[in-house]
């Protein structure tokens, strides 16, 4: 089987496997071929989030894709490539604490039902792979993003039954945040956790618009304004 | 060389680092964590099963069993007031949990859910789905954020730097520059994991699981302890040793041979199931876990990773299909010594979760303890820890002048071969079973590599993230453990718990303590 890897230019490897993961195959070439073959991996059982890779451009992690003749292996997007398959992760992991993504105050007096622990159940399931970022035309852009799985993460706390003010959250999440995304839903797409951070951030701006904040884009739209939605019904 | 001072540095990020980062924190100290990946990535993140507390929402419990039950699996070598300790903040630590967050799964009365794992006498492990090490580790490293704590990533733990038996920092090799760093502290705490990549592709663990504190600590004079108990998980996928959690068999699930007999009690501790699967497996047995009748909806509900990871690694689907396993290095009982306040005997250096040995789960940890280790004792070495910092003024310490860590010259012999010829080894010799003879064959050699080291090294020559080197520094972290867990296990003339002899198949009187060895050998 062949395939190529995006490393200083595109090289191609000729590797003898059948039925294997991407992760098995790095890790195949980098003993038996090339030593300077640089990856990340952790856990190989898709929890850990450290070998998120685009295969022929669609993100993916390595260690449970199943690799097919003609593969072409890149690095993610919208990040600093250090080495071949390694990206800098520092930008999107700073995210999360621009989101402010926690329980602002802990009681630790409130009891939560079966409905209450399921509203945010899958979003506790992100890995932080960062594959949402690579596929985020936003983030692309406008490296001030939040991005998705801040804004998964800023959802998850200000659904949280134990969040007793979900302000903090809210208001930061404004300015570079939940109004700037397309709603594109690459990051759906992309994610292997099936996280939709482009439906957590639709309920987040139902909740800032809660809050009495609106979509700033709106705002230039003058003879709209005045509370009245487009079909008439009043706005919050 | 970069220099930098906090009062507490924590070596490693998983869940043992970010509770004893947060409670330094709590305690007035400044903190700061490295870690050689990020903060979410570490093995934390692969604990399924749950997180132990006698709460009784599931049917009754106290803490006595919980204690009862823990001593049990310990086969007699356990500290009975660390484990007296250990099991009583158990449901205060885990109300903690869900006070910052955590998304434990939950009961029809809104209460935290539980389920039985082996060798409880009752329903016990708090869980969220199989993601439970992922949901605790996550809710931790947003605390880690709330409290803006200080996290150094991809920085890999060179030296424990220590003076006078006393610590003052350590050195670090920063991956991506391929810069030697030095950061002081007044102190320092250990968190970095166990060592079951010894036994290389047979274990269930993440590939950097390979022991860097423990190694460390003991060259700057540190005491390791019990290294010969390693726990073999009973059931990890046959052909790539990825975890299928206890939970699976705590749930109802089956143990069944190629006739599909069962052969053993699958909720018995997982030392006694693995010895059970591995003569059953002698025999010519193939071995499979059984799931199907607890049904499709009961498998996506509390198990859906495990679906997920049989389909794409042994192609099939649990709900229909039986899953192939076999048992793998899970968990290292061993570990730096501490007293009861989470100290080594190197003044000022702490150590906590599996690196460290706190003698609470013995020869046999059970399943969901170590979660809960990590929090209680997380907690304490971090309070102690910055308590000691704020009574020390910083020494005042020379630096050192960093030695080469890569030669120009290309090895002679590749260290990747070695690694894996190491595993097969110790999981066929130093695994479920083992003899005199089997012990000794894999020491001569461990001994022969240890002598040829200097022939090996990394072909690739960059400074910049250099992975090649990464994993040398790794494979002679684990090289070093390695003679040390044999020293042990040989040392060992009986049965107990994980460590089972075929020469001696009984446990002995004479054997009831803990092995203690240090730089220079076992030394009681």
Known sequence: MKIKIQRETLEEFEVDVHDATLLTVLNKIKVEQDKTLTFSSGCRSSVCGSCSVRVNAKEVLACSYKLQEGDVVQPLRNAPVIRDLVVDMKKSYETNRRAKAWLSRITGDVSLSIEHEKINEIQSDCILCGSCYSACPVFAVNDEFLGPFALTRAWKYTSDKRQNETKEIVDVIQTNGVWSCTLCNECTLVCPQNISSKADIEKLRSKSAMAGYSDPSFANFGSFGGGVSFDGSPSF | ?524
């Open chain 2, 1 to 524: 060389m970069q220099n930098s001072k906090s009062d507490v540095l924590i070596v490693g990020a998983g869940g043992a680092g970010l509770v004893a980062a947060l409670s330094a924190h709590e305690s007035g100290a400044t903190v700061r964590v490295i870690t050689k990946e990020y903060a979410t990535r570490s093995q934390t993140c692969m604990a399924q099963g749950g997180i132990n507390a006698a709460l009784g929402n599931a049917g009754e419990d106290s803490v006595d069993a919980h204690i009862a039950n823990t001593l049990k699996s310990a086969h007699g070598i356990a500290n009975a007031k660390a484990i007296e300790l250990l099991c009583s903040q158990a449901p205060d630590a885990v109300e903690w949990l869900d006070s910052i967050g955590v998304c434990f799964s939950r009961t029809e009365e809104s209460k935290i859910a539980q389920r039985t794992l082996g060798g409880a006498s009752a329903p016990r492990a708090c869980y969220a789905q199989d993601y439970t090490g992922l949901k605790i580790l996550h809710t931790l490293y947003d605390r880690c954020n709330e409290a803006n704590i200080e996290i150094l990533d991809e920085k890999f733990l060179l030296n424990i730097e220590s003076s006078e038996n006393s610590v003052y920092g350590v050195s670090v090799l920063d991956i991506k520059s391929g810069e030697i760093e030095f950061y002081e502290a007044k102190s320092v705490i250990i968190a970095t994991g166990g060592y079951s990549r010894l036994y290389d592709k047979y274990s269930t663990n993440a590939k950097g699981t390979t022991g860097d504190g423990l190694a460390c600590a003991i060259r700057a004079g540190a005491r390791v302890s019990d290294m010969e108990f390693i726990q073999f998980h009973p059931t990890a996928l046959k052909n790539s040793s990825i975890l299928i959690s206890e939970s699976a068999r705590g749930a109802g699930g089956y143990l069944l041979n190629s006739k599909g007999e069962r052969f053993t009690n699958e909720l018995a501790p997982r030392d006694e199931v693995a010895r059970a699967i591995h003569y059953e497996s002698m025999k010519g047995e193939e071995i499979f876990l059984d799931i199907r009748h607890l049904g499709e909806k009961f498998i996506d509900e509390e198990l859906p990773q495990e679906r997920k990871l049989a389909k794409l690694y042994e192609n099939i689907d649990p709900v229909y299909d039986l899953i192939p396993i076999k048992p793998v290095a899970h968990y290292t009982m061993g570990g730096i010594e501490v007293n009861s306040e989470s100290q080594t005997s190197v003044s000022g250096l702490f150590a906590v979760g599996e690196c460290a040995n706190h003698r609470v789960h013995g020869a046999n940890r059970l399943g969901g303890n170590s979660l809960l280790e990590l929090v209680v004792f997380g907690k304490q070495a971090g309070t102690n820890a910055a308590e000691y910092a704020k009574s020390k003024k910083q020494k005042q310490v020379p630096l050192r002048e960093p030695k080469r860590v890569f030669s120009d010259s290309n090895p002679e012999v590749d260290f990747y071969k070695v690694k894996e010829n190491l595993g097969e080894l110790f999981y066929k010799n130093v695994g479920i079973v083992r003899t005199k003879e089997s012990l000794q064959t894999t020491l001569d050699v461990v001994n022969k590599e240890r002598q040829r080291v200097n022939l090996m090294g990394v072909e690739d020559k960059s400074t910049i993230y250099n992975t090649n080197l990464i994993e040398f520094l790794e494979f002679q972290n684990l090289l070093e453990l390695s003679s040390l867990v044999l020293s042990c296990a040989i040392f060992r003339e009986e049965s107990r718990g994980a460590h089972y002899r075929e020469d001696f198949t009984k446990e002995s009187e004479a054997f009831a303590s803990h092995t203690v060895i240090d730089r220079d050998g076992v030394v009681e």
